[in-house]
């Protein structure tokens, strides 16, 4: 997969990942925009505390009540951790790259 120039507003994206980052669950998130078989879709990433007890579907709802439809990704992975590069940024390029949602998938 590639990384997708979708055509979301980056500010869209971004209010996405301010909502999930509200959460008292969550750590840190990445929207990124991947392509797939001639669709591009919207894939949240979430790093979670260590004991935290939610799962993606519940933080999927918890995003529901908070945006609209549109502002909403396809799907939300939880990973134990974000890729960062030296300076703690989210290297979101290699999480549009990710060949499988399982490879990083948290077991829940």
Known sequence: MQSADLGRAPEILAAFEAVLNAH???????????????????????????DAAINAAELMQYAREQLAAYKRPSEIIILDTLPAGSTGKI???????AP????????S
Not at 91 to 96: D, F, Q, V
Not at 100 to 107: K, N, P, V, W, Y
């Open 100 to 107: 499988s949602a399982g490879t990083f998938l948290r077991e």
């Open 91 to 97: 290297l979101k390029h290699k999480l549009a790259e």
């Open 24 to 50: 008292p669950a969550v750590v840190q998130s990445a929207v990124v925009g991947r392509t797939g078989d001639a669709n591009e879709e919207v894939v949240a990433f979430v790093q979670l505390l260590p």
